[in-house]
């Protein structure tokens, strides 16, 4: 079992960064690939960014890329999503989910088994 609760999340202007964190329970947090995933209203919950379990290779949505960066930090059991550059159209409530091992269809909401209670992110234009 792995609990997640995401934090960070706030009011930002336009240009402005945010950090989130997705704080984990469980000893085993390494052997999970944590994914970022964001619903704005009325609209379906998309992919924003994906890490595994090692840290290794990171993959990102289009609309974010290069303004985005996902890193973990094991030992504090920690995943951390870095806005910079935010865009009004960056708004929704922020979702961080685990699955154990890997999986090339990471973007897909319906892979995980556990899910944060979500962060808002709001940015103002």
């Known amino acids: 079992q792995v609990q997640l609760v995401e934090s960070g999340g706030g009011l930002v202007q336009a240009g402005g960064s945010l950090r989130l964190s997705c704080a984990a329970s469980g000893r085993t947090f390494r052997n999970y690939f944590v994914t970022w995933f964001r619903q704005a209203p009325e609209k379906e919950r998309e992919f924003v960014t994906t890490?595994?379990?090692?840290?290794?290779?990171?993959y990102y949505a289009v609309s974010v890329k290069g303004r985005f960066t996902i890193s973990r930090d094991n030992a504090k059991n920690t995943v951390y999503l870095q806005m910079n550059s935010l865009k009004p159209e960056d708004t929704a409530v922020y979702y961080c989910?685990?699955?154990?091992?890997?999986?090339?269809?990471?973007?897909?909401?319906?892979?995980?088994?556990?899910w944060g209670q979500g962060t808002q992110v709001t940015v103002s234009s």
């Open positions: 989910a685990a699955r154990g091992g890997w999986s090339s269809t990471y973007s897909s909401p319906s892979l995980y088994n556990y």
């Open positions: 890490i595994p379990g090692s840290g290794g290779s990171t």
